[in-house]
């Protein structure tokens, strides 16, 4: 029984990091403005990128966002991962 349950909530668990972004890609696309300052669009669309999953998106997107001041919140972060995945990466 234990065990059952330990499997349901890593099953569960690894359904929730794989889920499609939460946020809203209409902001995202406003928020990513600021990123072109830096590098254009061209980086997410290279045959050799280094961001192969949604997941990984999500972590890239958090650790650049972090050195925006003030840095990316929670919610802007999904909402540029929304909208990187749907006009990039368009992961499950």
Not at 2 to 7: D, E, G, T
Not at 15 to 42: F, M, N, W, Y
Not at 48 to 58: C, P
Not at 83 to 92: C, E, G, P
Request: with cysteine; glycine share 6%.
């Amino acid at each position: 029984m234990r065990l059952a349950v330990i499997c349901v909530a890593a099953a569960w668990m690894l359904a929730a990091c794989s889920e499609t972004p939460k946020g809203d890609p209409q902001r995202g696309a406003e928020i990513h403005k600021v990123c072109l300052d830096c590098h254009g669009t061209g980086l997410y669309e290279r045959p050799d990128r280094k961001v192969t999953s949604l997941e990984a998106l999500r972590l890239e997107t958090q650790r650049w966002g972090d050195y925006y001041h003030p840095a990316l919140t929670a919610q802007e972060v999904e909402d540029v991962v929304a909208y990187l995945n749907r006009d990039f990466y368009r992961f499950k």
